[in-house]
């Protein structure tokens, strides 16, 4: 006998656990399937980001942050350290104990808000009268709607299936047991990018081979040369338009046969290759076929602007649909399905979605690049200002990088803007607001900001569109 619910939601990660919570606080009676595993057994809600993503890399970034600072810039400070090292064992369990309390508060969220979850695989079964049929396991669940948030997967190189052990996605990227001597990367994206970050601060030679000529092609260009700068500095190898041939893996490392940008024949010998060119939506197994359920050639659920699938009372958020795979993307999107369910008139803009990448400098952006701009015959005005400049960064010891601005030649109206340096990550956040509530430049040179902060490097970028900074 089937159990009935009024909802029935397929993937706790994101998008699938916020928007559970959303639709019980809205007074619907919510199941929510999900089959991730912890090391024994258990379940293991919050998805690729909590257990293989966006939580355990950052809990590494931390420990190899705090690891290079110990070694290189406490000296400034006046303090001393003797035989400085790094217990990769203890800082992996450290990370896995950051992982797990992160699962114990989405089931804890999950009671808290009546949810009741349900450890397994979902699966179409079949449509019936009162909506649609899913299996987990061996239980039979009923529901008017259905909203599947089933996430993405590491797309691996044609040929070069991840073993996990020398061949990673970002999963094995978080699981190296001891520091490799060479590193390599395929893709210069996020994961990449980060994941390199962290073995090469605890002593790896990390070298970085990217299809594309340009390093990080959506940021906006000065940003991104400016990190560029940085990272070499710092020690990464990253070249550019090159084309990976042969790659072969044995018990001595991996080998990757590559062409450079010059068309001259490459080969990089490593200890650990990660791979990270990219992620697949996952729907494999969800048994589309047995209702009909739309999906594109990449395998995505086919969706409407509103998230709505071609299947009446079925929707479909975060990795696995169109639009930017990121963890906040998903979990506005999964609010935003409750909130239409209930009649009300959920809300998520594109257009105003920040986007992070955790290295050292930090990125963040939000809003239009000033190459699409011109791309777009659009008329606008620029702003920029270094940390060099602001007080809080020297304090800090970390002066790499700049806040940009751009904003509309005639109205001011804030259009983007593009930060690269320490915790770009939360200074975006008002550029974000700001341009939710159509904000112009001026708007932000207005405001008066703490001092001595970062944020006052917001706010001068901001006097930089009228070029009028007070500090540089």
């Keep these: 006998m089937s159990k009935n619910f009024d909802l ?266 990660i791979v990270s060119i990219g992620r697949v939506p996952n729907t494999t197994g969800l048994n589309a076929e047995a209702v009909g359920l739309k999906l594109d050639e990449r395998g995505a659920i086919v969706v409407d602007d509103d998230c709505r699938t071609n299947l009446p009372g079925v929707w479909a958020v975060g990795d696995v649909v169109r639009g930017p795979m990121l963890a906040h993307k998903a979990e506005e999107e999964g609010v935003a399905v409750a909130e239409r369910m209930a009649g009300q008139h959920g809300h998520v803009n594109f257009n105003t979605t920040p986007w992070v990448i955790y290295t050292s400098p930090e990125i963040a952006w939000v809003g239009q690049t000033e190459q699409q701009l011109k791309a777009a015959g659009r008329a606008y005005k620029a702003g920029t200002f270094p940390f060099l400049a602001n007080g809080r960064a020297r304090a800090l010891g970390d002066t790499t990088g700049m806040v940009k601005f751009l904003a509309d030649a005639v109205s001011d109206e804030i259009l983007g803007v593009h930060i690269v340096g320490p915790m770009a990550s939360e200074l975006i956040a008002e550029a974000v607001v700001a341009m939710e509530f159509k904000a112009s430049a001026e708007d932000i040179a207005r405001i008066c900001h703490a001092h001595p902060s970062l944020s006052e490097a917001t706010k001068e970028a901001a006097l930089a569109v009228d070029k009028r900074t007070l500090n540089f």
């Excluded at 299996?135 to 909203?147: D, I, Y």
């Excluded at 061949?167 to 390199?196: F, H, T, W």
């Excluded at 601060?201 to 970085?208: K, Q």
């Design 8 to 273: 029935i939601v397929i993937g706790a990660g994101p998008g699938g656990y916020i928007g559970a919570i959303r639709a019980a606080q809205l007074g619907f009676n919510v199941a929510c399937i999900d089959e991730w595993k912890n090391g024994k057994g258990g379940p293991a809600p919050g998805g690729t980001c909590t257990n293989v993503g966006c939580i355990p890399s950052k809990a590494l970034l931390q420990s190899s942050e705090h690891f290079e600072h110990a070694g290189h810039a406490f000296a400034d400070h006046g303090i001393g350290l003797k035989d400085l090292s790094i217990d990769v064992k203890k800082m992996l369990a450290r990370k896995d104990k950051v992982v797990a309390q992160n699962n114990d508060g989405i089931l804890y969220l999950f009671k808290k808000n009546k949810v009741t979850f349900f450890h397994g695989r979902g699966a179409f079964v079949k449509a019936v009268d009162a909506g649609y049929e899913v299996a987990v396991g061996e239980e039979a669940l009923t529901a008017k709607q259905v909203l599947l948030a089933t996430g993405s997967s590491a797309r691996a190189l044609p040929g070069t299936p991840f073993d996990e052990v020398n061949v990673l996605s970002n999963d094995g990227a978080l699981r190296i047991g001891e520091v490799p001597k060479r590193l390599g990367l395929i893709g210069s994206g996020v994961i990449g990018l980060e994941m390199g970050s962290v073995w090469r601060r605890l002593g790896s030679e990390v070298t970085v081979l990217e299809a594309l000529p340009t390093f990080l092609g959506a940021v906006d260009e000065q940003i991104a040369k400016e990190a560029h700068k940085a990272f070499v500095k710092q020690g990464l190898k990253i070249e550019l338009g090159v084309k990976v041939g042969e790659i072969k893996s044995g018990k001595k490392g991996v080998a990757v046969e590559y062409t450079n940008a010059k068309g001259e024949a490459q080969k990089l010998e490593v200890d650990k290759l």
